[in-house]
């Protein structure tokens, strides 16, 4: 243990290498990390989580198809054959621009780590649009802690209303409200559909799961409506024949511990008891953007994403790039697509530059399309103006899932494992644990 | 949902069936269960956990080989077959052994469950022996939530170690203090060593994962003493060829943040610089023996497990039986297989007298033998007068524990997933939540 500390370690290629430091672990990162694995670079991968997280299949952890670990992979251990390609566990707190540090902390410890280069893709994080309250109640769906919260909340529901005497109180801890009708609350609202329809069927003996009600609640005219009105009409029909109460035009003006309160598409102000809430409805960048942002003199959309020059640099500093969703550019949407293309994209700029080569490019973004599941077998695509839903729809999302896990994870049987789990009746992961037996509390 | 609320539920046999409550859903209360699945009776099980905790696995939880779901099935889906067995989620409270209910809550409500029989095996937790300060540093080895923190503070040791610029300071990251020379001590042990040395050995750059020590603290004056001579000395060199430093005869009588100060085997008080520190060094009854032994007056032991009669019922009480870990006869150990076998004995004597016999017999144990897990490839058996170790210990390990896992999910792609796991260096499951990420604190 006499080797020296921060960079320069063991398996760095000797200095003076061209220093790039990745902040986050994600999409945008991971796909940046892997562009510059064999480029002559020293790579630093800062994150404050240690695990890349597969974030379309957050849902099924929250409803008790895979463990963390299944969509969570430990970042080292995804790049660890990558000698050049160091990680880091700490939270990035601020970049000096002008002295080229990221400076992180971790256990109350900071430390300062240059670069030559910088990728910044640290994303987005939940909002609640100033109702910060909400928070407690309904926890979101970005982080593996939010979706082991949400599990244990859910399966708790279930024991809670098996020995609630009372009726009324009964059935709100039957009821399950999913604020949002993006992609993320289409699966969750399916899901829990198929959790109490199916799943859970013949697992109690007072209560009939199969009354459960899951409502879902969209501010706008329909769901998923960035895949086009023929499958937002689609995915509608889908959920309502699963039993989900489709509510649109909806707007969520209040909650506790009880319920919420909406404003309905005709104005009228309903109430709906429901126990268990979950938020799917809003996102705002990360931190660091605002942060950057003011550094350098780059704008900001209404989402506080940073608002990047054509090649995903940061204005006037062509070293710093930001890509995924914490970046603002052609009004790309916030998909794990756009967060590879732009954290590979920045990559190759960067080796580029490392062998000496000053130029740039603007990122081109290739749409490959756009999925959502909606049930066992049913699911909804977009391929560019091609539309596919049904049963068809699901085989293909089926088969787009599997490349990727199998990519991440190189490991057949936890491949095979999930799929029969997810197409079967297996709810395996529905661990509730002691920190969420005896409450409904906020996400910590 | 206009079914009666606690008995007399939808599946249940007519009243006035034979109504037998279980508390507790470990090995005792779960064999009791389902040995009672085709007796004329409508069981109860209460349990302050929503699964079946199988354990002697859970070592592989908190090294990230299992992850919880497929060694903690829910209780009521493992129990899902047999309509007569309720499962309700809630910590029993008390017992009126006069009016025969159970006293249990959740979420701050009370409900009392009426019982002709009833069978109690809540078992025993973490004891620090009076050091109760120790919790806060030496997370214990008995539930899913402690074995989650253990395994967050294990891969957490090596991500600050691995940012850690101080040479002391980052030594006691990679020391791991293990207090408890028992099976689960000696598996810890074994496992944090196989994944310093080999599971972890390529994912870092700066630290080298192979220089962490592993300390092993027992009191007695050799390991897995239960096992006999022959077995505690093979076992001390197994895990010496480890890298285990193993201490017998070493009292830990204080610790902190930092580390551990021991009373060695020579009477020196020596201190060790470790972040990470176990306790499986003793046990305790759960508090419901006391309140048993207090309310009929039978005796306790210095464990307070609670004295019962040579058929396992209270004295004076013929109808409430205690199972497991809590019961205390005949000076049996606190194993897996006499919980079993002493449920299953409770619910035999049950169906008699729900058939109209009073009669009991005595309890006798059919001791089939113990394991223990050292390494990969490598432990230790006794069945009998039998000692079994090295290569063929670990197969009949491994026979046993596979026979165990099938019966229990029945889902030969998980089993065939977590030996594939096991035999190779993956782990998989390494999750650190953001609970965890930012402290070393206490087990909630």
């Not at 909806?250 to 126990?275: I, K, S, Y």
Request: glycine share 10%; net charge positive; charged share 20%.
């Amino acid at each position: 243990m006499t080797k020296p500390p921060i960079l320069g370690a063991r398996h760095h290629p000797a200095p003076p290498a061209h220093r790039v430091v990745i902040v986050g672990s994600g999409f945008g990162g991971l796909f940046a990390a892997r562009a510059l694995r064999r480029s002559p670079v020293a790579v630093t991968m800062i994150a404050d989580t240690n695990h890349h997280l597969f974030q379309p299949l957050l849902y099924q952890v929250a409803t008790g198809i895979l463990s963390q670990g299944e969509i969570a992979p430990a970042t080292r251990d995804v790049l660890r054959r990558y000698p050049n390609i160091r990680v880091v566990l700490g939270e990035a707190l601020d970049v000096d621009l002008e002295h080229r540090t990221v400076t992180a902390t971790r256990l109350g410890r900071t430390f300062d780590t240059p670069y030559d280069s910088l990728i910044v893709a640290t994303g987005v994080r939940t909002s609640y649009f100033g109702h910060d309250g909400f928070r407690h109640w309904a926890p979101g769906m970005k982080t593996v802690d939010e979706a082991l919260e949400l599990r244990g909340r859910i399966f708790g529901a279930f024991e809670t209303a098996e020995t609630e005497v009372d009726p009324v109180a009964r059935a709100a801890w039957l009821t399950f409200a999913v604020v949002g009708g993006g992609p993320t609350g289409v699966e969750m609202a399916g899901q829990i559909a198929e959790l109490s329809h199916r799943a859970l069927r013949r697992d109690f003996r007072v209560i009939d799961p199969a009354t459960a009600r899951v409502l879902l609640f969209e501010g706008a005219s329909g769901l998923l409506t960035s895949f086009g009105p023929r499958l937002s009409k689609v995915t509608e029909r889908d959920l309502r024949r699963l039993g989900v109460e489709v509510h649109t035009g909806a707007m969520v003006t209040d909650m506790d511990e009880h319920g919420v309160e909406v404003r309905m598409a005709d104005g009228t102000v309903q109430r709906f008891g429901a126990r268990t809430k979950m938020w799917a409805a809003g996102m705002e960048a990360s931190p660091l953007g605002r942060l950057l942002a003011e550094a350098s003199g780059a704008g900001v959309d209404r989402m506080g994403r940073v608002e990047v020059e054509p090649d995903c640099s940061l204005p006037g500093h062509p070293e710093v790039f930001v890509v995924g969703d914490l970046m603002a550019l052609d009004d790309l949407p916030g998909v794990a697509e756009v967060a590879m293309q732009t954290g590979r994209h920045a990559a190759r700029l960067i080796t580029a530059r490392a062998g000496g080569d000053p130029g740039s490019a603007p990122f081109r973004y290739r749409d490959l399309g756009t999925l959502a599941a909606i049930s066992r077998f049913r699911a909804v695509a977009r391929l560019g103006r091609l539309s596919v839903w049904g049963f068809p729809g699901w085989v293909l999302w089926l088969v787009v899932h599997l490349a990727f896990l199998t990519g991440f994870k190189n490991r057949f049987t936890a491949v095979l494992h999930w799929a029969i789990s997810f197409i079967g009746r297996g709810r395996s992961e529905r661990t509730i644990t002691s920190r969420q037996t005896d409450r409904v509390g906020p996400v910590a």
